[in-house]
């Protein structure tokens, strides 16, 4: 059993948008389903809960404690990794 939850949430949320995906493009019908955009959701929802992660991680002090002086960087990249995912999403969903 997995008992990390940000690996459920980037799984189920990366189920859920590549559905979602699926769902809006069929509907429309303005292109074809595209297995690349399926995998690049997944894997940006996924980032988003990895830089959740990654980001509480850097605020927990107890967990830092030989990277105190780095949690300011290391922040940043969370938030970073998270820019560029829902970036990916937004990205994805408007071009079809």
Not at 14 to 35: F, S
Not at 43 to 50: N, R
Request: net charge positive; charged share 20%; aromatic share 8%.
């Amino acid at each position: 059993m997995i008992d990390d939850p940000y690996i459920l949430l980037g799984i189920s949320a990366g189920v859920l948008c590549v559905l979602a995906y699926v769902l809006t493009t069929v509907r429309h019908q303005t292109r074809k389903v595209l297995l690349s955009d399926g995998v690049m959701l997944f894997l940006a929802t996924s980032g988003i809960a990895a830089g959740i992660k990654v980001c509480t991680i850097a605020l927990n002090r107890s967990l830092l404690t030989t990277l105190k002086e780095e949690r300011t960087y290391i922040f940043l990249g969370g938030l970073a990794v998270i820019w560029v995912s829902v970036d990916t999403v937004i990205r994805i969903f408007r071009e079809k």
